[in-house]
């Protein structure tokens, strides 16, 4: 299972950007997929997360600017962000639990991650 994220890149303050991702490979079925970032010097921290049933959730830094969405039927998550700040400034990854077989359990998946950059 491969996942590949697009769409990082720089942008100004008060700027919007959309993340993707797609998931590839041998899958069964997606259950919660979402995007976390790591800023330099930090920890890795959660951003959004969406069920395969279109429930979100956000961290309460980005709740009202970002929105998670997900093309099932294209193993894609979307990560929309608007008004973005200097402190968004991050690498996100994406991240998929995958059941790649109806028989065994199912394990997370990570993106490579993409850089987003927001100048003040």
């Known amino acids: 299972v491969q996942l590949v994220e697009s769409g990082g890149g720089l942008v100004q303050a008060g700027g919007s950007l959309r993340l993707s991702c797609t998931a590839s490979?041998?899958?069964?079925?997606?259950?919660?997929m979402g995007w976390y970032r790591q800023a330099p010097g930090k920890q890795r921290e959660l951003v959004a997360t969406?069920?395969?049933?279109?429930?979100?959730n956000y961290a309460d830094s980005v709740e009202g600017r970002f929105t998670i969405s997900r093309d099932n039927a294209k193993n894609t998550v979307y990560l929309q962000m608007h008004s973005l700040t200097p402190d968004d400034t991050a690498v996100y990854y994406c991240?998929?639990?995958?059941?790649?077989?109806?028989?065994?359990?199912?394990?997370?998946?990570w993106g490579q991650g993409t850089q987003v950059t927001v100048s003040s």
């Open positions: 991240i998929a639990d995958v059941q790649m077989d109806p028989r065994l359990r199912s394990y997370n998946y």
């Open positions: 969406i069920t395969n049933g279109g429930r979100t």
């Open positions: 490979g041998s899958i069964f079925s997606i259950n919660d």
